[in-house]
């Protein structure tokens, strides 16, 4: 059965730090991975999708990996906004069907 | 382009009661997802469902929810006879066709009295 677990759970920085957010799965048979952000009570934003065959994809500020091997994926943030300040979800396709971790709360503070 | 449209956005409903959660699937899918975020869980996936046809339901809870996407309209997710555990929030998602990536809506909240 698919696990993913995220860490950190929570995580609060100042303004301009570079931040990375951890994801690993269980089962490294997988389709593709996908981060989300998540605003309260707000709907998902896909931010980067990476598919099985790419070790990363990058947008803007966002960069994020994966390494099936290990079943772990990171995203990277360069230099943090307050903008930024949501919950990160990273979610695994399996089959027919995404696992979700269950995020990381990211505050970046002025 | 309208993307997935979910509706209402908020819901609420006293014990008992039954609750229609809707969504449009973004134009051209033809894939549709249900997936329950509880109170400070992560979201689970409920049901998968293409035009007339339940694909995947291991996410279904065995009674009171059932769903269906039609071949005109759009995809209902049905709560019969509520309970407070049922407050949550509820995503839609679809895409083209399976393994693309999936588009969400901004999901619908249900609050139970």
């Known amino acids: 059965k698919q696990e993913v677990t995220q860490i950190p759970a929570a995580l609060s920085v100042p303004e301009g730090e570079n931040l990375v957010l951890n994801c690993s799965f269980t089962?490294?048979?997988?389709?593709?991975l996908q981060w989300f952000r998540q605003d309260p009570g707000k709907g998902l934003t896909s931010l980067l999708l990476?598919?099985?065959?790419?070790r990363e994809q990058t947008s803007g500020r966002l960069n994020a990996s994966l390494d099936k091997s290990s079943g772990r994926s990171t995203l990277y943030i360069a230099a943090s906004q307050p903008g930024d300040s949501a919950t990160y979800l990273c979610?695994?396709?399996?089959?027919?069907?995404?696992?979700f971790g269950t995020g990381t709360r990211l505050q970046v503070f002025p | 382009n309208a993307g997935v449209m979910q509706n209402p956005r908020h819901l609420v409903r006293r014990r008992g009661q039954e609750a229609r959660l809707r969504c449009s699937p973004m134009?051209?899918?033809?894939?549709v997802y249900w997936y329950r975020q509880l109170p400070e869980e992560g979201l689970k996936f409920m049901v998968y469902?293409?035009?007339?046809?339940?694909?995947?339901e291991s996410g279904m809870p065995k009674e009171r929810f059932s769903a269906e996407f039609p071949k005109e309209g759009p995809s209902i997710l049905r709560i019969q006879q509520v309970v407070r555990g049922d407050s949550a929030a509820y995503f839609c998602?679809?895409?083209?066709?399976?393994?693309?990536?999936?588009?969400f809506g901004d999901g619908t909240r249900l609050s139970i009295l």
């Open positions: 998602a679809s895409s083209p066709s399976p393994n693309q990536p999936q588009h």
């Open positions: 089962d490294s048979a997988i389709y593709n």
């Open positions: 990476i598919q099985s065959s790419q």
């Open positions: 979610a695994v396709y399996n089959t027919d069907k995404l696992i």
């Open positions: 134009k051209g899918h033809s894939h």
């Open positions: 469902l293409q035009k007339e046809n339940i694909i995947d």
